[in-house]
């Protein structure tokens, strides 16, 4: 997927201005919010399971080597053949390899990020290889050639009008506007697909070591018609996707399907181990398994560690206000919200997604609905200290913080000119007691009043009344 | 020139501050674990499990009935596709293929699915009741197309099979497999999609319907 993180301002603004948009997102508030919180009170010892899940996402990590090995030996073992990618580039040409190999001419493919991070699709096209994306959502977005804005609901900012008009423009068909009709429109458009489809391409929501088994969980069962229905099975995953035994997954799953789209359980969770056996009557003959790097080693490295935890279950964005009013393409690149906000500056360079530290307001809502317990406010402030470190902010910015560091510093200078500064603002109130434009402070004004400060400041008050 | 492999590996190592594999007393911690594979908490599973089991399927927009025995699924399967008016012809997992059917006025054949086939039949390895989940193992008489392709699966179900969790649900596997199959299904519900405006439609690529038949003894 192209990289356009350095205008997350611009595009926020564009954003915020797009009236559909702010209908689509809706959703958000009105749908995964509560259901999440619903299924949540199910489980009458949550935070022990979320514990125990952050847990055994941190024992992975440690461990990480050990796991990976540990699961390609077993994979192997059962037939499946484990393949590793340094870059995107890699990955990608492992694809088209075995495609050429087994001479697939279209492929059809179940959601995954992984394959969106290394535009995959792009890579398949440029070989002549027809590429079928089969998630309702991700269908949408291939027939409208746009990128997903969100990683477990990729079409939240489309209305059902955009989607009739793309059908029927698309489809050739009438227009139609019943979402179930929708749905049917697009199951018939895609099951020829899928029982033509040489290769079926998945992610992996985990792998498990103990078992060297790959598991999508889906709802729509797309998922397991591209691991059933064609001869090649590949499936594309991150390094940091392992776990350790079935058990762990059990805990896992407790979580996954609850924080992202509030139900107890997918419909489908899907276990792949090995290839079929001599007399099984359906399932792939081939079974390839992608384990991709491209980036995360480095992450690994460094003090954003807690990230590679992330089981991309899509909460942290759902509850976040920013992502909440801008939607997920403002980000600019596969992973959008509070998680995107750290991994994208992770994988594509800091100097590359200046805003996107920025695009949060630290409220914590993030941290405490992410079901791996990942401090997500913390990584933001600390990529914000790492840009500052290495001068990436503007001047003024970096001037004004230098400022204040120096009063912050020195209390009695501190207290003087925080004093004078609320004179001067109230005395700006006027009989409003309102200030409309601030000087330096224009791009917030533009958009509200400032509500100029009365009597004194806190530290004055507090000296009086601890004075008594 | 050293491969992929070799530079991801190295690179992790790195990461986590070692030139080397893990040393042999992590190795061997890390390795009980495995054995040991121990479960971790879990909620309160205090109910009883086939009423679970159904309230649970239902919840997830299935159907559930209930009847005495193996003998009596044919007839059950006749009464279901008549009241929906779904045709009585059948693809079915081959243990279930000698099973009575042409008396009830259903056609079977068990084979592999294809797109023309409405109705498929198929066991379950076990089900669980917290979720009201169905768990299919593949295998030479249990292939997964045929809870796939057609747009009503009807599953049967033994009480005895249904068990409280998920963990149980591998103890079991362990227990009577040893190893997973190829292909390891956990079917909860018919398909389902809300990508349009997160409303709900049932019937995305999988079934529109699932039908649970619980068989007593
Ligand atoms: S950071 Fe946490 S909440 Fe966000 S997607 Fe990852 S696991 Fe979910």
Known sequence: MQISSMHFKARATQKLADPDLREALNGLKQRFVPGRAAVIAELDNFEEIREAAAEIRRRTLEHLDFFLETFERKATERGAVVHWAQTWQEANDIVLKIARDNGVRKAVKSKSMVSEECALNDALEGAGIEVVETDLGEYILQLGREPPSHIIAPVIHKTRDQVSDLFAEKHATPRKTDIGELTREARERLRPHFLQADMGITGANFVVAETGSTLIVTNEGNGRMATTLPRVHVAITGIEKVVPTLEDLATLLRLLPRSATGQSISNYVSVTTGTRGDDEIDGPQAFHIILLDAGRSRILASEFRDILRCIRCGACMNHCPVYQSVGGHAYGWVYPGPMGSVLTPNYIGLENALDLPHAATLCNQCGVVCPVKIPLPELLRKLREKQYERGLRPKRERAALRCWSFLAAHPRLYGWVTGAAARVLSWMGGDRKRIASLPFGRGWTEGRDLPAPEGETFRALYARRGAR | ?217
């Not at chain 2, 879990?42 to 003998?71: I, K, N």
Request: charged share 20%.
């Open chain 2, 1 to 217: 020139m050293t491969s992929a492999r070799d530079r991801v590996l190295a690179s992790v190592r790195t990461a986590l501050g070692r030139s080397d594999p893990l040393s042999e007393a992590q190795t061997k911690i890390m390795r009980t674990y495995l054995a040991e594979h121990p479960v971790g908490p879990r909620p309160q599973l205090d109910w009883e499990p086939v009423a679970r089991f159904s309230e649970r399927a239902r919840l997830l927009s299935s159907t559930v009935e209930e009847v005495a025995a193996l003998e009596a699924v044919p007839a059950a399967v006749a009464a279901y596709l008549r009241a929906h008016a779904l045709p009585l012809q059948a693809i079915v997992w081959p243990q279930f293929e000698r099973l009575d059917w042409s008396h009830a006025g259903v056609s079977v054949a068990a084979r592999k699915a294809q797109d023309q086939d409405m109705v498929g039949i198929t066991g379950c390895f076990c089900a669980i009741a917290e979720t009201g989940t169905l768990l299919t193992l593949s295998g030479a008489d249990a292939p997964p197309s045929t809870s796939l392709l057609p747009e009503t699966h009807i599953a049967i179900v033994p009480c005895a099979r249904i068990v409280r969790s998920m963990e149980d649900a591998w103890a079991l596997v362990r227990s009577e497999r040893g190893a997973l199959p190829r292909a390891t299904n956990f079917i909860s519900g018919p398909s389902r999609t809300a990508d349009i405006e997160q409303t709900l439609v049932l019937g995305a690529h999988g079934p529109y319907r699932v039908h649970v038949v619980l068989v007593r003894s």
